[in-house]
């Protein structure tokens, strides 16, 4: 589904993503990680067309992405979430997800408020586990609660590929709990990129496991076989 080849962003002549090649399958539940200042974040921002590369096509569907403005990727099927929160505290959680499904297609979405709830903001409330908090204003929820609801939002759009910024970052034991088992039901509906850095996390839930370091894929592999890696110990673990 996804294909990176050869590619490099070089900011100010310093090369922080360096001849990336990477391939994520249809349905893949993959997980990137490496050091603060691996690229990943800048990795993440080229495919979803915040960063022009310096060299390099990102495929998706055979198509490349580079060029295309970031409104357009979305359209073609690309949702991210940001570490910083999209979600309007005022609003209920029913209506934030309702103005996110109206993202994708404003004119249908105006329609269907009408009718009532529409199918996708049902199946994002059902996925979410957030039914019993539909009407309450997204303001009061926990920490956990609203990370649930951003991935909710982008599903709402029903895009194919889903690339998530730490979202087990700052949650509790039972709440890394649930957004496992919502990052691993979103994945059979979806292809699910995840930055993240507990290992903990990704010992339970990861299967297909990337290590960016200095802007360079230095192994790729089942969490076991990265985490007995001496390289990844020596520049992610610091042993
Ligand atoms: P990670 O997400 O793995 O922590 P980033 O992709 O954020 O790493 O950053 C990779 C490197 O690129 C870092 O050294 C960072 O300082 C640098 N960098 C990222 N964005 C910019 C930018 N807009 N201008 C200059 N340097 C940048």
Known sequence: MLQVRGLSVVFDGFRA????????EQGE?????????????TLVDVITGLTRPTTGEVLFDGRDLVGLREHRIVRLGVGRTFQTSVVFE???????LDLAASFRSPLRSLVRRRRGISAAVAEALETTGLQSLADRPAGVLSHGQRQWLEIGML?????????LDEPVAGMSKDERERTGELLT???RDHTVIVIEHDMEFLRRYASQVTVLHEGKVLIEGSVDQVRADPRVQEVYLGR
């Not at 005022?90 to 934030?96: D, G, I, Y």
């Not at 599903?155 to 690339?163: E, H």
């Open 185 to 187: 039901s979103v994945a």
């Open 90 to 96: 005022e609003l209920t959680v029913l209506e934030n």
């Open 17 to 24: 993503i360096d001849g990336i090649d990477l391939s994520v």
């Open 29 to 41: 539940l993959r997980f990137l990680i490496g050091p603060n200042g691996a690229g990943k974040t």
């Open 155 to 163: 599903i709402t759009q029903n895009p194919r590929l889903l690339l």
